[in-house]
C-alpha cells in the first residue's frame, strides 16, 4: 500500500497555488507554499480549516468554511493533474510490481482529485486498487482503508506494508498491525520521521524490495 501526496507525488505546488487562489477570492492574506505545505497530509477539509485559521487544530467559522471548501474544489479542480511524480517513483512501482507485489494506493485525497492525477501520470495501471480519502467513512490515520484494502485483496494485515512519507501513515499502518517503511522527501508538517517509529527508512519506494522477503 502506498500513500499518494508526498510519497508518489509532489504534490504541493498544485495545492499552494489552489490554496491561495481560494483565500485571495476569500479577501483574506495567502500563505507561504511551505506553510501550506505543513498542512498535507490528513485531507482536503483539514487543510482548509488550517490555511484559514493559520492553525493546526482550529475550527474556522462554518459559513466562510463552506464558501472556502466550494472555492479550494474549484481551484484545485484547474490544476491537480499538474502534479509529478517525484524522481525514481516510476522505476520504483515498476520493481515491485515485476517482484509480484500487488500494489495498492492509498490517500486522505478525495477520490475526485486522485484518479484524475493518477490517471494524468499513468499510474494507474500499477495498482490493483485505489482507496481514498472518501472511498470509506474514515480515513488515515484511522485503519479503516488499510483493513478495506487488506480484505479485497485477500492479505492479512499481518502480512501487509504501507509506504508513506508521513506520522499520519505511521499511525493508521500501526492501528492496522501493518509494515510501514517511510521515505525522507514529501510532507511531515516539517519534522524528520523517527526512525524508531518506523519498520525502515527509504530513499526511494523501490528501496522496499531490500527489505522485503
Excluded at 510490481?97 to 478525495?110: E, H, I, Q
Excluded at 500501526?174 to 523517527?194: E, K, L, S, W
Excluded at 525502515?200 to 523501490?206: H, R
Amino acid at each position: 500500500m502506498i500513500d499518494l501526496d508526498g510519497t508518489l507525488m509532489h504534490t504541493a505546488p498544485e495545492i499552494a497555488r489552489a490554496s491561495n487562489r481560494m483565500l485571495a477570492a476569500l479577501d483574506k492574506p495567502t500563505l507561504d507554499e511551505l506553510q501550506i505545505e505543513s498542512y498535507i497530509g490528513e485531507g482536503a477539509h483539514v487543510l482548509i480549516k488550517r490555511c484559514l485559521t493559520g492553525q493546526l487544530n482550529v475550527e474556522p467559522d462554518a459559513v466562510e468554511y463552506a464558501k472556502a471548501q466550494q472555492l479550494f474544489f474549484e481551484c484545485y479542480a484547474d490544476n491537480v493533474t499538474e502534479s509529478k511524480p517525484y524522481p525514481h517513483v516510476l522505476e520504483g512501482l515498476q520493481a515491485l510490481k515485476s517482484a509480484g507485489y500487488t500494489l495498492a494506493c492509498v490517500t486522505n485525497k478525495p477520490a475526485s482529485f486522485t484518479l484524475p492525477l493518477l490517471e494524468a501520470n499513468h499510474l494507474m495501471p500499477y495498482f490493483a486498487l485505489v482507496v481514498s480519502g472518501d472511498t470509506l467513512a474514515k480515513k488515515k490515520p484511522d485503519p479503516d482503508q488499510l483493513f478495506y484494502i487488506c480484505e479485497k485483496l485477500g492479505i492479512p494485515a499481518t502480512e501487509a506494508l504501507l509506504i508513506g512519507d508521513s506520522k499520519t501513515d505511521v499511525a493508521a499502518a500501526r492501528n492496522a498491525g501493518c509494515y510501514v517503511f517511510t521515505v525522507p522527501y514529501g510532507y511531515n508538517q516539517g519534522q524528520q520521521m523517527d526512525a524508531t517509529a518506523v519498520d525502515a527508512l527509504i530513499e526511494n519506494i523501490g528501496d522496499a524490495l531490500d527489505y522485503l522477503h
